[in-house]
């Protein structure tokens, strides 16, 4: 069966500093993977998706970049963390060409103070 | 007008009650449809897709209008353990091409003793 794994799973960064998320998927091959972000209080927001690796896209402008460096795994990263960059950052895969049901990772809480 | 509009409660009911969510959705290309399911501080996960003739798994009723571009989700006989935030989710596009899941922002259900 198919496993999402994400880490840490809470962080709390100063203001300035790098984050790198990493989320790995195990039992399937060539999904799709995405990157979410739940800020309190409001709705999921698709930050970045990708169909295979080094193939990235980003539907919003913002602070935070995303690579995937392997199949099955999807890194988030910033060079210098905002306060607005905290939330709740949720990795999750889907399989097939339309991409249809997503799974979701257990999430990493970010604190950026 | 927001993509996906859900209201957003919260809901209180007692055990054993019936309870009903409405969802709207502004693009009438959107092609698929879901309910997913979030505990508080954890990820979200499915609970169902919503098919175009309706369906049903077990307690609960998913039913899709696409004239009046409407979902609702409908829970029986209502348990402790279904006290959660309920996730309208909708996908435009479909066949070989990438679609985007646009999420409301949930209804929050507390099912009381």
């Known amino acids: 069966s198919q496993t999402i794994h994400q880490w840490p799973a809470t962080l709390v960064q100063p203001v300035g500093s790098p984050l790198s998320l990493e989320c790995t998927v195990e039992?399937?091959?060539?999904?799709?993977l995405y990157w979410y972000r739940q800020a309190a209080g409001r709705g999921l927001q698709l930050l970045f998706y990708?169909?295979?690796?080094?193939?990235i896209s980003s539907e919003v402008p913002q602070n935070l970049s995303a690579s995937r460096p392997q199949d099955r795994q999807f890194i988030l990263s910033s060079k210098k963390l905002l306060l607005s960059d905290s939330g709740f950052y949720l990795c999750?895969?889907?399989?097939?060409?339309?991409?249809?049901?997503?799974?979701f990772g257990p999430g990493t809480r970010l604190l950026v103070l | 007008r927001k993509e996906v509009e859900q209201d957003p409660g919260p809901f209180n009911v007692p055990e054993g009650a019936t309870v009903a969510f409405n969802c709207t959705y502004s693009?009438?290309?959107?092609?698929?449809f879901f309910w997913y399911r979030q505990d508080c501080r954890k990820e979200p996960k499915l609970l169902m897709s919503v098919y175009s003739s309706g369906n049903e798994d077990g307690r609960f009723t998913a039913q899709l209008n696409r004239a009046s571009q409407y979902i609702s989700l409908l829970i029986r006989d209502s348990k402790l353990s279904d006290s959660a935030t309920y996730l309208c989710?909708?996908?435009?596009?479909?066949?070989?091409?990438?679609?985007?899941?646009?999420f409301g922002q949930g209804t929050i259900l507390t099912v009381h003793p």
């Open positions: 990708s169909v295979g690796i080094g193939q």
């Open positions: 693009n009438s290309a959107s092609q698929s």
């Open positions: 999750a895969w889907s399989v097939g060409l339309a991409g249809e049901t997503q799974y």
């Open positions: 989710v909708v996908k435009m596009g479909g066949g070989t091409s990438y679609g985007k899941l646009t």
């Open positions: 039992g399937t091959s060539n999904p799709n």
